[in-house]
């Protein structure tokens, strides 16, 4: 394999200079969104400085209680940004189970990846475990923010025929489940998309880091292979967790959808 290619300032400064131009074209089309375009690429720019240097001191330093720092600090923000992120308003029971579904689904496929497949010692190794974790925890988040976009909306907008087949002794497991459905299918297409063009459409950005940086392309193919597999797994059970027992806060303990018009 070749050496890797160090970037060196003005290298990153043309690359800079690139998203300039960028924005000059955008300007000049009259699309208001190179106040967007800079203020996202600054914020990529200091996030990821600053990771890379909580990163070195990470791996200089192993511990396992940084690591589950880290981990603990993932799954915070990720609960925190799908709440955020929801157009309606989220019941607190529902709340709860977005916070259980992700650590739930995310911390045991995250284990079972680290543990059984890729096999690390110790277990807390950083340079395997944040940057797992990292993907799993992103990619869940992104399908649960999808399920419950889709089970919300399905439940308020739906409503009259939920009420209908409650009414005719359906059970809300019955009453909800084509909502419930649409859910998990809204989260999970996403994912299936992308491993559907894999290799075909585009390479895979983990894969592309790791044949820049000078590994063998099978290597980054058997990782890559085995990290989508471990997303699949993250979101799917992140997804299932969460609409199975989301739709339940919809009903009380009589069976009766609670939801306002």
Same mark, same amino acid.
């Given at each position: 394999?070749?050496?890797?290619?160090?970037?060196?300032? !003005?290298?990153?400064?043309?690359?800079?200079?690139?998203?300039?131009?960028?924005?000059?074209?955008?300007?000049?089309?009259?699309?208001?969104?190179?106040?967007?375009?800079?203020?996202? @690429?600054?914020?990529?720019?200091?996030?990821?400085?600053?990771?890379?240097?909580?990163?070195?001191?990470?791996? %200089?330093?192993? @511990?396992?209680?940084?690591?589950?720092?880290? !981990?603990? #600090?993932?799954?915070?923000?990720?609960?925190?940004?799908?709440?955020?992120?929801?157009?309606?308003?989220?019941?607190?029971?529902?709340?709860?189970?977005?916070?259980?579904?992700?650590?739930?689904?995310?911390?045991?496929?995250?284990?079972?990846?680290?543990?059984?497949?890729? +096999?690390?010692?110790?277990?807390?190794?950083?340079?395997?475990?944040?940057?797992?974790?990292?993907?799993?925890?992103?990619?869940?988040?992104?399908?649960?923010?999808?399920?419950?976009? +889709?089970?919300?909306?399905?439940?308020?907008?739906?409503?009259? !025929?939920?009420?209908?087949?409650?009414?005719?002794? #359906?059970?809300?497991?019955?009453?909800?489940?084509?909502?419930?459905?649409?859910?998990?299918?809204?989260?999970?297409?996403? /994912?299936?998309?992308?491993?559907?063009?894999?290799?075909?459409?585009?390479?895979?950005?983990?894969?592309?880091?790791?044949?820049? @940086?000078?590994?063998?392309?099978?290597?980054?193919?058997?990782?890559?292979? #085995?990290?989508?597999?471990?997303?699949?797994?993250?979101?799917?059970?992140?997804?299932?967790?969460?609409?199975?027992?989301?739709? %339940? /806060?919809?009903?009380?303990?009589?069976?009766?959808?609670?939801?306002?018009?």
């Amino acid at each position: 394999m070749n050496s890797v290619i160090d970037l060196h300032l !003005l290298q990153m400064i043309a690359a800079y200079i690139f998203v300039f131009i960028l924005m000059i074209i955008v300007k000049l089309k009259g699309i208001p969104r190179e106040t967007e375009i800079l203020i996202s @690429s600054v914020r990529m720019t200091i996030q990821l400085i600053l990771t890379g240097y909580i990163l070195v001191y990470l791996f %200089k330093n192993p @511990s396992p209680l940084y690591t589950l720092l880290v !981990l603990i #600090a993932m799954e915070v923000f990720s609960i925190y940004n799908i709440i955020k992120r929801s157009k309606s308003k989220l019941s607190p029971k529902l709340k709860q189970i977005i916070a259980l579904s992700m650590i739930g689904g995310t911390v045991s496929c995250l284990f079972y990846f680290l543990l059984v497949v890729i +096999r690390i010692s110790p277990w807390y190794d950083p340079q395997y475990f944040i940057p797992i974790a990292g993907m799993l925890i992103g990619n869940s988040m992104t399908g649960i923010s999808l399920g419950v976009s +889709r089970l919300v909306d399905g439940m308020h907008t739906q409503k009259n !025929l939920v009420e209908g087949a409650l009414m005719l002794g #359906a059970t809300p497991k019955t009453a909800a489940k084509h909502i419930v459905n649409n859910a998990f299918d809204s989260a999970i297409l996403p /994912t299936i998309n992308s491993m559907v063009g894999m290799g075909i459409v585009f390479l895979p950005g983990m894969m592309t880091g790791q044949i820049l @940086s000078g590994i063998s392309p099978i290597t980054a193919i058997e990782y890559q292979i #085995a990290i989508m597999l471990g997303i699949l797994g993250s979101v799917a059970l992140t997804v299932i967790f969460f609409v199975q027992l989301g739709y %339940k /806060t919809f009903f009380n303990d009589q069976n009766q959808l609670i939801i306002g018009d």
